[in-house]
């Protein structure tokens, strides 16, 4: 019998997410090398409307906000070339800049501020030291200018239904398109659940409550949560990689948009374990914003799937499999009972085969379409 590490290991290709999964870019990098991969990436997303395109819009600097002392800034700007500026959360805006003796560096950066009627926008920034253009850019002072692209980018709102739970995994910057995208759905109505999950290094780390504080007391349906992975002793939060602290609270994971952004390995290795665990990858959306590469350690992996608890999809399995496969079923996931037959444990990944005939008639899931790659958030 195959280990659920073995498991995932052969699966790990057939794992990847493709309709939903929008890899168009990678935002920010810790070097300019990084960088200069993110804009390839973007351009390869954007095709042909990024390589013939050009650095030519203008955006004046209006408020530069040192929010950490870990380096991380929030910039606004003014849009000052008289083109239309409209975006939708999730979309981003791309940066260049010239430097002596490095030439042009380019970066996009997902946008924190909900859409609005006037030509403006919010970016967080985090200031990394082998990274040229997040220096040049948190040295600004009001009245600057800086050349960008787009906006640009695909739609993170559910234009198809909103009936479903949205649960946001950011770590880092990446929790600006979803500041983006929960206060824009707030603010039109959207009535059902919106948690946003955000995964820190230190307490230093911790910025945007006030903003994050105010949503959540204007709608009730919103809430957040910080979990450091460095916290002090006095730390009365989530402690712990999103991957450790989260999954134990989740009592369930049907009826839910799954949005993740941030760190690759992050962003990689939950979506293999929700996927793992039955969530249809239609409702998994990733957005790495660097080391947009990773391969997922397949012990991590078994690792995030063994500490969920929720058993909702799993039970709906077992009823559609029988009386048998749910004694199973129920040991596998309790780790009291052995396999049918055999005496060997049985293991969650052990239920992976199966799992195809159950997506295909579960009432949670669509009959397959074809759908275009890669997938939109919007058109999900």
Same mark, same amino acid.
């Given at each position: 019998m195959r280990s659920p590490r073995t498991t995932m290991k052969v699966r790990r290709d057939d794992r990847r997410l493709r309709s939903g999964n929008f890899q168009g870019h990678t935002p920010r990098g810790r070097s300019h090398q990084t960088e200069d991969g993110a804009m390839e990436a973007m351009g390869a997303a954007e095709g042909r409307w990024f390589n013939a395109s050009r650095y030519r819009r203008r955006a004046q600097v209006t408020t530069v906000t040192p929010l950490t002392a870990t380096g991380t800034v929030r910039i606004g700007f003014r849009v000052v070339d008289g083109e239309p500026s409209h975006f939708d959360p999730g979309q981003f805006v791309g940066i260049e800049a010239h430097f002596g003796g490095l030439?042009?560096?380019?970066?996009?950066?997902?946008?924190? *501020?909900? @859409?609005?009627?006037?030509?403006?926008? #919010?970016?967080?920034? %985090?200031?990394?030291?082998? !990274? @040229?253009?997040?220096?040049?850019?948190?040295?600004?002072? $009001?009245?600057?200018?800086?050349?960008?692209?787009g906006p640009t980018g695909r739609s993170m709102v559910p234009h198809d239904?909103? /009936? %479903?739970?949205?649960?946001?995994? $950011?770590?880092g910057t990446g929790v600006a398109p979803f500041y983006s995208l929960a206060s824009h759905l707030l603010a039109g109505g959207y009535s059902q659940p919106i948690v946003l999950w955000w995964g820190l290094r230190l307490?230093? /780390?911790?910025?945007? *409550?006030?903003?994050? /504080?105010?949503?959540a007391a204007a709608y009730p349906n919103f809430s957040y949560h910080v979990t450091l992975s460095q916290p002090p002793a006095d730390w009365d939060g989530l402690r712990g990689r999103l991957g450790e602290s989260v999954p134990p609270l989740l009592a369930t994971l049907g009826a839910k948009r799954f949005y993740l952004a941030g760190n690759g390995a992050m962003t990689e290795e939950m979506a293999l374990g929700l996927s793992d665990l039955g969530v249809d990858d239609r409702y998994i959306y990733k957005e790495p914003y660097f080391d947009g590469t990773h391969e997922p350690d397949p012990d991590v992996v078994a690792?995030?799937?063994?500490?969920?608890?929720?058993? #909702?999809?799993?039970?709906?399995?077992?009823?559609?499999? !029988?009386?048998?496969? !749910?004694?199973?079923? /129920?040991?596998?996931?309790? !780790?009291?009972s052995g396999k049918a037959g055999n005496g060997d444990p049985m293991a969650v990944s052990d239920l992976f085969d199966l799992m195809p005939a159950f997506l295909s008639h579960h009432p949670d899931h669509d009959d397959p379409q074809p759908v275009e790659s890669p997938g939109a958030w919007g058109r999900q």
């Open positions: 030439g042009y560096r380019r970066s996009p950066y997902c946008i924190l *501020t909900a @859409p609005a009627d006037e030509p403006v926008f #919010d970016l967080l920034v %985090r200031a990394v030291p082998q !990274g @040229p253009l997040s220096m040049h850019l948190v040295s600004l002072h $009001a009245g600057d200018e800086v050349a960008f692209r239904d909103h /009936d %479903r739970e949205l649960a946001l995994f $950011a770590t307490v230093d /780390d911790v910025c945007l *409550t006030d903003e994050l /504080d105010a949503l690792d995030i799937t063994e500490r969920f608890v929720a058993t #909702d999809l799993y039970s709906a399995l077992a009823s559609r499999r !029988g009386t048998v496969f !749910g004694s199973d079923l /129920d040991a596998a996931r309790s !780790g009291k």
